[in-house]
Every structure is written in structure tokens, then in C-alpha cells.
């Protein structure tokens, strides 16, 4: 059985070979006897904390001597279940990824623990029945994010708003938690409402175009605040009020989710009131816990990364701290 996997994966990647250009693999330097190997299939490069998740995987990585076999989906589930199964054939020690939506992964996790390699979730959950089916999920807290942004809007605004929203990637879990976060929240506040809600995919490019189709409706001036699933989206939407005359920030209060570099500018420079932050530098929990699965350690189902709340107050001090 494990043999006729090993062949039918290494089938597709022999198919799959040309045209994947998005596989890189970084081999270790110096030193003798063998390294270990770890396949990595990220989402895609969506989003400036995408990127800095990325860098922080392959720079410790490096640090660490690790073979690194790092894939990049371009935001679609197909060329994840792709790179898994490539993972497979190449008979990697371990292999991790970032799910880009919660379901449909059953199959291809079930082959992987036929094939006797451990995965390790980083930052998306996966929605599976089996619990054996991989070793930790490394991540932050979404739910609580989303509550987080409600929770400042709703002390910034006395609990009285009209709220746009711009959603992340359907099915994706930062955009169910966040949302399911948020309006928990909201659910105290009578006064505050989402009047509209759409999704801007987590990238700058779509949540300007949505920001641009919300501030052209009939009702568009009834929007008095924008919670953005990501700061990328919340950049995209700045720039859409900002065509359109309108005053990012203070005609419209605008709370977003990430706590990227330019997330802190925009917050300098008056446009954005709040970033909750996600930390995406998780590169060194990541090997810490590759460590420990290979020295068969028990690792907890659940690693939260640690984060906090910035708003225009703080923007100015914490902005030469940032790191991403
Ligand atoms: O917030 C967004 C990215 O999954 C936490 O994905 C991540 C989210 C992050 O595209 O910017």
C-alpha cells in the first residue's frame, strides 16, 4: 500500500514537473552526515505578513543547516494537495504547511500518515475528523483577534457604528474566526451593525476594488467605520476613500488585523486608528517543534502565538520595533 502511494505521488510530480516553477529548495551549508529535509507549502505571497512568514520560515531554516523544500500555492487549494504529495515522493523527514481554507484536506493528510511522515499546521487550522492526522497546530488565536478589533472600535465609538467589512479568503480560517470574533462582540452593542461585507481575498488590489463598489452605493455615506480582516485590505480601502474624497480615519474609522510596517505608518500618518497584531515570525517555534517530533517528543495540540492591540497612541513609539 505505501509502496503504490510512493509511486502514484511520484507519478504526479513526474507530470506535474514542468511548468512548477514555485518549488525552491534551500540546501543546507557545511557540515557532514544527513540533513534533515522539510517540505514547506506556503499559501502564496497574498499579503506583506505572507511575506514576512515566508522570510521568517526560510531564514531559521537556514540558520538551523535544515534542506528546506519551500512550495507556494498561489492562494489555491489544488497546488497545495499538489506539493503535499510532491513532499511525499521526495520522502521528506517532516512536512508542514499553512492550509489556505479549513476543509478538503482528509485525503491527502490520510496519505501523508500512510506514508509515516508527521506535519505540523502552521497559522491556518485544518476542519478534519482525525486528530491523528498531524502533530500541532502553531498559530494565533483568530476568534480573539476579531474580538479585539470589535472591542477597540466599540470604546473608540461609544458603541454606535455602521461598519463596512472586507473579509479574507472564503473558507480560509483568519476569515471565519475573525468574523465569528468580531461579532460576538458586536452582539453588545445594539448601536453597532455591519452594513455591508465582502470579500477583498487579504490582498491590497481587491480591497481597494470592494472599498471603491461599497463607497458607490446609494447608502455608501451611512459606512461610518471599516473593519478589514487584514491590514493589506485596509491599505487598499485607504486608498479607494481617498479617490473618492472621502477621509480615511476620520470620516471613516478604520480598525485592521495583522500590525504590518506600513500598517504603523498609515496609523502615523492619521489613516488608520488600530491594527490588532498577528505575528507571522514563526520560523523558530516551527523548527523547535520539528525538533521535537523527530526526537519523539509530545508537542501540545495547540501552540498560540503571543500578541497585542496598537492604536494611533502607540503607532510612533512601536513603529522603529517593527519587525515585519
Ligand atoms: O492575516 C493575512 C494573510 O493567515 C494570519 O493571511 C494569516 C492571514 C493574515 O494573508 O494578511
Not at 514555485?22 to 529535509?37: A, F, L, R, Y
Not at 511522515?117 to 502552521?122: F, N, R
Not at 492526522?133 to 472591542?151: C, H, K, P
Not at 487598499?236 to 473618492?244: K, L, S
Request: proline content about 4%.
Amino acid at each position: 500500500m505505501k509502496k503504490l502511494i510512493l509511486l502514484s505521488s511520484a507519478l504526479v510530480v513526474a507530470l506535474s514537473g514542468c511548468g512548477k516553477k514555485e518549488t525552491s529548495t534551500s540546501e543546507p551549508s557545511g557540515g557532514g552526515g544527513k540533513s534533515v529535509s522539510v517540505g514547506f507549502s506556503q499559501i502564496g505571497a497574498e499579503s506583506a505578513w505572507r511575506t514576512a512568514n515566508s522570510q521568517s520560515i526560510k531564514d531559521e531554516a537556514q540558520k538551523r543547516g535544515i534542506k528546506l523544500v519551500f512550495s507556494d500555492a498561489q492562494q489555491k487549494q489544488e497546488n497545495q494537495i499538489k506539493a503535499l504529495r510532491s513532499f511525499i515522493a521526495q520522502n521528506v523527514d517532516v512536512i508542514a504547511f499553512s492550509p489556505v481554507v479549513e476543509t478538503g484536506w482528509e485525503p491527502v493528510l490520510q496519505e501523508i500518515k500512510q506514508a509515516g511522515i508527521p506535519v505540523i499546521l502552521t497559522d491556518r487550522a485544518v476542519d478534519v475528523s482525525d486528530p491523528s492526522l498531524y502533530a500541532t497546530f502553531i498559530g494565533s488565536d483568530f476568534v480573539e483577534e476579531g474580538r479585539r478589533a470589535a472591542q477597540w472600535l466599540a470604546d473608540k465609538t461609544g458603541g454606535k457604528a455602521q461598519i463596512a467589512e472586507l473579509v479574507g479568503t472564503p473558507g480560509s480560517a483568519p476569515a471565519l474566526d475573525r468574523k465569528k470574533g468580531f461579532e460576538e462582540v458586536l452582539a453588545k452593542y445594539p448601536d453597532m451593525k455591519i452594513i455591508k461585507s465582502q470579500s477583498g481575498d487579504f490582498t491590497r488590489a481587491k480591497g481597494k476594488e470592494v472599498m471603491e463598489s461599497f463607497l458607490k452605493a446609494p447608502d455608501a455615506k451611512q459606512i461610518t467605520a471599516l473593519f478589514a480582516h487584514n491590514d493589506d485590505m485596509a491599505l487598499g480601502a485607504i486608498q479607494a476613500m481617498e479617490e473618492a474624497g472621502v477621509k480615511p480615519g476620520s470620516e471613516i474609522t478604520i480598525v485592521s488585523i495583522d500590525g504590518v510596517k506600513a500598517a504603523f505608518e498609515a496609523m502615523t500618518a492619521g489613516k488608520l486608528n488600530c491594527t490588532v497584531e498577528c505575528n507571522p515570525l514563526i520560523g523558530p517555534q516551527l523548527f523547535d517543534s520539528i525538533d521535537a517530533v523527530l526526537a519523539k517528543k509530545d508537542l501540545p495540540r495547540r501552540i498560540v502565538v503571543q500578541e497585542g492591540v496598537f492604536d494611533q497612541s502607540k503607532a510612533a513609539a512601536e513603529l522603529p520595533n517593527r519587525k515585519y
